[in-house]
């Protein structure tokens, strides 16, 4: 999906082990386990002629996340405080967010992408 018009790219960091390709919290379905299928679907689900730039994200293992010094907790631009963030673009600047207790709600993801009521 490419970028157009004045939909700005949301930008997604989950945390993820690379090491293992899974989430390093893996005795329960993690947040970004739950968040991840709604986030693709309602990105499939912009109408021709809108689409996103999604841009993946990786924090790190546990401990790095879990430092407070962390570079994407720490730069104003992004302020995370949990995985995974959703963030709208504009201008430069966010101008959206869903953190974690919300990336996972569908219409709240519609919201961030401005799609209306049933999806379009």
Known sequence: M???GSLAPPCRACLTNPAVGFPWHA???PDCN???P???ERLEALPPG???VL???YVGDKPAWRDPAHPWRVDPRFALRGVPTLIRWEGGAAAARLGDD???LKDKVDALLGLGAGGN
């Open 102 to 104: 919300e990336a996972h």
């Open 50 to 52: 809108r689409d996103a």
């Open 55 to 57: 841009l993946r994200a």
């Open 2 to 4: 490419a970028a157009v």
């Open 27 to 29: 005795r329960r379905p």
């Open 38 to 40: 709604v986030i693709y």
């Open 34 to 36: 739950v968040a991840e």
